[in-house]
């Protein structure tokens, strides 16, 4: 029962944008942190960004410090990560996650669901 679906993945040139939404269902999402992480081609899946679950925390991994925001809305069960000035190295494929209650994480040992991902490829 429990969902997590993101979505807004797709082919940018180098220096655009993309916002990839994920809407959860089935859980508590307003008590757990979220999470964005990625998987080059490759290579194993990485650490993106968390969020808190009243937003009062933010982390990023430095590779997309000042151009990635995460954030969220709790009314609509939904995260959000903001994605400008891409560049190729930031091609993947994009899965958000929710942590157990009150927690946020760079770690993926803390998330308790997952989503299936959504592509995300930057070409040069």
């Known amino acids: 029962q429990v969902q997590l679906v993101e979505s807004g993945g797709g082919l940018v040139q180098a220096g655009g944008s993309l916002r990839l939404s994920c809407v959860a269902s089935?859980?508590?999402?307003?008590?757990?942190?979220m999470g964005w992480f990625r998987q080059a081609p490759g290579k194993e899946r990485e650490f993106v960004a968390t969020i808190s679950w009243n937003s009062g925390y933010t982390r990023y991994t430095d590779s997309v410090k000042g151009r990635f925001t995460i954030s969220r809305d709790n009314a609509k069960n939904i995260v959000y990560l903001q994605m400008n000035n891409l560049k190729p190295e930031d091609t993947g494929v994009y899965y958000c996650?929710?942590?157990?209650?009150?927690?946020?994480?760079?770690?993926?040992?803390?998330?308790?669901?997952w989503g299936q991902g959504t592509q995300v490829t930057v070409s040069s």
């Open positions: 089935g859980l508590s999402f307003s008590t757990r942190g």
């Open positions: 996650a929710a942590t157990r209650a009150f927690s946020h994480s760079a770690y993926d040992a803390e998330y308790d669901y």
